[in-house]
């Protein structure tokens, strides 16, 4: 596993928000992201939550693969 830190970062304003987290806290952070959009007291929003999301999943491509569920056509199992 990859120890390196990301480094993911938004200005708003006089806002700033700057995420740190490395590949095996991508969907803590994912989630943090959501938290943040979901709070009325931040200047953030669902569209800032979605791009981040998008740019963590880019530069975390084998974390995210990992957590995702496989869903199979029923053609995948014929014989």
């Keep these: 596993m990859n120890d390196d830190i990301n ?3 938004l200005v708003k304003g006089s806002q700033r928000y700057i995420f740190l987290y490395n ?3 991508v969907a803590e952070t994912l989630r943090t992201l ?3 959009a979901s ?5 953030f929003t ?5 791009v981040l999301s998008q740019k963590v999943r ?8 990992r957590d995702r ?11």
């Design 7 to 9: 480094v993911l970062a």
């Design 23 to 25: 590949d095996s806290q």
């Design 34 to 36: 959501g938290r943040y």
């Design 39 to 43: 709070d009325p007291e931040l200047n």
């Design 46 to 50: 669902w569209y800032d939550a979605a």
């Design 58 to 65: 880019q530069s975390s491509p084998q974390s995210v693969r």
């Design 69 to 79: 569920i496989t869903l199979h056509h029923s053609t995948d199992f014929d014989e």
